[in-house]
């Protein structure tokens, strides 16, 4: 199946720095990426949806300005987390859906997710 | 927007059956996920629904009824590897763009 790498698994940073994450799909074009967020014993969060070539669609409540994302290349989307703060902590998971996937079987491959902690 | 309700948790005992239920309402339906997560790891594709029945595969199966709005997944012959959260999301057109939404999950312990 399909293989999305996301990098790097884990990150510890100081407060007001930071943070990009890279996805990766490696065997196929992902046309559109998903960030998600999840905080412990929670479920995943929609942040935002990342199209190639255009600018990222952000969820309600959700600052784009922290969050910024980039999809410059079929096979690459990074979400930098910008001046992140203790509250930024968190489990952050991409997911993609490539070309030749129909529009009735949307499934979705997932990253191997990266913990933020910032201190 | 959606509403996707699922038991928060869930313990049964190794061999047995469960079965995890799930409600949701929203518009402009496409399909329904299932996809179990261990701690600290990435949620794995379980099944998909977008028509109304049953869908076996394995030890698992997914139902779905478009007209309930809900949808059951069941796991047979539980395994202690078994314990998981398992999420069900919700694939939604509104608007046009196709968006999956999860449910908060059910933690499912297997016990001996």
């Known amino acids: 199946g399909a293989v999305v790498s996301q990098h790097p698994s884990w990150v510890i940073c100081k407060s007001g720095t930071s943070v990009k994450i890279e996805c990766r799909s490696l065997?196929?074009?992902?046309?559109?990426m998903f960030w998600y967020r999840q905080f412990p014993k929670q479920s995943l969060m929609l942040m935002a949806t990342?199209?190639?070539?255009?600018?990222?669609?952000?969820e309600q409540g959700v600052e784009k300005d922290k969050f910024l994302i980039n999809h410059a290349s079929l096979t690459l989307s990074t979400l930098t987390v910008t001046s992140a703060h203790p509250e930024d902590s968190s489990f952050y998971i991409c997911?993609?859906?490539?070309?030749?996937?129909?529009?009735?079987?949307?499934?979705?491959?997932f990253g191997s997710g990266t913990q933020l902690s910032v201190l | 927007g959606q509403n996707i309700d699922q038991p928060t948790e869930m313990t049964a005992t190794e061999g047995a059956i469960v079965q995890i239920n799930c409600t949701y309402q929203?518009?402009?339906?496409?399909?329904l996920f299932w996809y179990q997560q261990h701690a600290g790891e990435a949620p794995t594709f379980l099944s998909y629904?977008?028509?109304?029945g049953l869908e076996e595969k394995g030890r698992f199966s997914s139902f779905l009824s478009r007209s309930k709005g809900y949808s059951y997944l069941l796991l047979k012959e539980l395994q202690m590897k078994d314990s998981a959260s398992y999420l069900c999301?919700?694939?939604?057109?509104?608007?046009?763009?196709?968006?999956?939404?999860f449910g908060t999950g059910t933690q499912l312990k297997v016990e001996l």
């Open positions: 065997d196929f074009q992902a046309t559109t």
């Open positions: 999301a919700v694939s939604a057109r509104p608007g046009g763009g196709n968006k999956l939404t």
């Open positions: 997911s993609a859906r490539g070309t030749g996937y129909t529009a009735t079987n949307e499934k979705l491959f």
């Open positions: 629904n977008v028509l109304d």
């Open positions: 990342s199209n190639e070539g255009s600018k990222a669609t952000y």
């Open positions: 929203t518009s402009g339906f496409n399909g």
